[in-house]
Nanobody, 124 residues
Framework: QVQLVESGGGLAQAGGSLRLSCAAS????????MGWFRQAPGKEREFVAA????????YYADSVKGRFLISRDNAKNTAFLQMNNLKPSDTAVYYC?????????????????WGQGTQVTVSS
């Protein structure tokens, strides 16, 4: 498993932006597909976005499509989630995760490694 550490969360106003980072401990970071999930109080963890190991394929939940952008820098062992036009409904703890398969991007159970999460709060 790879160790993951998220950063970049915080408080933003509706319409604002935040950029989350996910730093990985291993130099084999490029072997893993990366995903971002979020969990709001009282709700199940939900898929937000995912990116293939090379970065050539990206996937988004309908709720964030057109507003969020996932990317990665394999040279720096880091994945990113740029969040624009934030809404109060985006308020949640955001987790990055890593997996070594190329299917089921939206399924939390297929991700073997998880970060500790970072809080994102969007005020109206």
């Amino acid at each position: 498993q790879v160790q993951l550490v998220e950063s970049g969360g915080g408080l933003a106003q509706a319409g604002g932006s935040l950029r989350l980072s996910c730093a990985a401990s291993e130099r084999t970071f490029s072997n893993y597909a990366m995903g971002w999930f979020r969990q709001a109080p009282g709700k199940e963890r939900e898929f937000v976005a995912a990116i293939s190991w090379s970065g050539d394929r990206t996937y988004y939940a309908d709720s964030v499509k057109g507003r969020f952008l996932i990317s990665r820098d394999n040279a720096k062992n880091t994945a990113f989630l740029q969040m624009n036009n934030l809404k109060p409904s985006d308020t949640a703890v955001y987790y990055c995760a890593a997996k070594d398969s190329s299917f089921g991007w939206w399924l939390p159970s297929l991700y073997a490694s998880w970060g500790q999460g970072t809080q994102v709060t969007v005020s109206s």
